[in-house]
Structures are given as structure tokens and as C-alpha cells.
């Protein structure tokens, strides 16, 4: 089944995972999303790439954009804020959205504030939107990583997903690709492939 075959279902339930909320965005949320969004070393590995936010209004109107997005999409897919548990802060985003340019293919997503790296956090929220995803008949998922991004080809196979090849058909750029399937996910999975250039971690 692909992503373009399935209905928009209901509004999105939270998904909780030990230390993490995934919830849908607030135009609330803006402050503690401008302090993520505004940041380079989040945006500048955001495939397609994605201007810093340089401003509050402007975090507000985005905000707005992927609330609606979510609402017109498949229950499977959309967009998350990532909230700790321990302190209610947003930490990051999360999502899964169908890839251009046939949508059919649903890529899954995760951005943090760089306070929040190495915890273990992105390994956290992705398994559990992973399985939401699954949960709900899609039969795999796919991360599309720029090449020089080791960091997100570190955190996207301890989850299991496995580099299946370069592409740029995805949004005109050379783009690292990385595959999970419902059997990926087990927690006691090898862990994923890495692109040969790479080093392993």
C-alpha cells in the first residue's frame, strides 16, 4: 500500500514513550520551535533544505502550515512536536510525510535542539513513530540523509533501518537513503548498513 492509496484518518492520539510525548504542534509551541527551527545545525540538514526561522511570527505561520498539513493527511503520517516527559519542554519535531515527487513513499524525520544530542532522544522518538506507522498498514518507511550527515545515518540505523543506495529523485540532490520494515524495528535487530564512504560509529 503507498502513501497516495490511503485515507486521511482521525486526529492524531499522543504517542508516549519512556522519557518522550509525540504530540500535534500548538502555534503555542512557537517560543520553544524558534529555539529548534532558528538554529543551523538543525536546518542545514533539513532535506529540502529549510531556511533558519528567523523569527517568531514566522515560527507561528510555519507552525500553522504543518497543523494543517497533519490534518490532510493519513493518519499514519504528519507532523509531531517531541515533548519531555520530566519537564513538559519541547525538545524537537518529528514526522512522517509522503516523498515527492509520486508521494509514494513516506519518509520519517526527526529534528532536535543540539542540547538534547547523544541522549538517546531521536533513537526514541523514531522507534515509536515507526511503530505507529506500522501500526497503521504501512509496510515500510524510508530517511533521506545528506551525504556528510553522519550524525543522522548513526541515528537513523540503531532503529534498524538499513542504506539501501544514493538517490537524488527525491528533491534534486544526492541523498543518502536508508530503508525500515516492519521486522527492522525489533529492538535486538543488527544494526542498520552504513553507506560505504561512511565510518562506522
Not at 519535531?93 to 544530542?117: K, V
Not at 533521506?144 to 550524525?151: E, F, S
Request: hydrophobic share 40%.
Amino acid at each position: 500500500m503507498t502513501a497516495s492509496d490511503r485515507n486521511t484518518g482521525p486526529p492524531r492520539p499522543a504517542l508516549i514513550t519512556p522519557r518522550l510525548v509525540l504530540r500535534g504542534w500548538h502555534v503555542a509551541d512557537a517560543p520553544d520551535a524558534l529555539a529548534i527551527y532558528q538554529h543551523a545545525s538543525v536546518t542545514r540538514w533539513l532535506s529540502p533544505a529549510m531556511a533558519r526561522v528567523p523569527d517568531r511570527a514566522a515560527m507561528r505561520r510555519l507552525l500553522q502550515q504543518w497543523i494543517a498539513e497533519t490534518a490532510c493527511l493519513d493518519v499514519a503520517a504528519g507532523h509531531w512536536a517531541v515533548e519531555r516527559r520530566s519537564d513538559g519542554r519541547v525538545i524537537g519535531g518529528a514526522s512522517i510525510l509522503p516523498l515527492p515527487p509520486g508521494n509514494d513513499d513516506l519518509e520519517i524525520g526527526w529534528q532536535l535542539h543540539p542540547d538534547f544530542w547523544g541522549r538517546g532522544y531521536a533513537g526514541e522518538a523514531g522507534y515509536e513513530l515507526a511503530n505507529w506507522a506500522f501500526s497503521h498498514d504501512v509496510d515500510e518507511l524510508y530517511a533521506v540523509v545528506r551525504p556528510d550527515n553522519t550524525r543522522a545515518a548513526a541515528s537513523v540505523r540503531r532503529n534498524g533501518m538499513q542504506w539501501v543506495g544514493e538517490t537524488d529523485k527525491y528533491f534534486g540532490t544526492p541523498l543518502q537513503v536508508f530503508r525500515l520494515r516492519p521486522a527492522d524495528l525489533e529492538r535486538t535487530a543488527p544494526l542498520g548498513q552504513l553507506p560505504p564512504a561512511y565510518q562506522d560509529d
